[in-house]
């Protein structure tokens, strides 16, 4: 699951790297959407200081093994970012990934 979740946010980062401030504004529209979900309050505040600074933070956050950007991705505002078409391409992509890297 954090692997999947990894190679979803190596694809929201190509994205993001092709328009910044698109794919910004809409980490911002769905973390005002998203404050009231208290299980994840720490993680979108993490998230709203990403989205205010360096946009190679944000890169690291959704690229970075690190056990924080594991926890940040699971709680991301990126949602939408994607097309269904370019999820599924990812989720393919992914699994025959997966298929060919087991003995």
Avoid: C, H, M
Avoid at 14 to 31: E, H, I, S, W
């Amino acid at each position: 699951d954090q692997e999947r979740s990894l190679w979803f946010g190596y694809a929201v980062a190509g994205k993001l790297v092709a328009d910044p401030l698109a794919v910004l504004d809409k980490g911002r529209t769905n973390l005002s959407r998203l404050k009231g979900d208290r299980a994840a309050r720490r993680w979108l505040a993490e998230w709203e200081k990403l989205l205010d600074g360096p946009l190679d933070r944000v890169l690291d956050a959704l690229t970075s093994r690190a056990p924080r950007a594991r926890e940040l991705r699971q709680n991301s505002p990126f949602t939408g970012v994607l097309t269904e078409e370019e999820r599924q391409r990812v989720l393919a992509g992914f699994t025959a990934a997966r298929q060919k890297s087991r003995p």
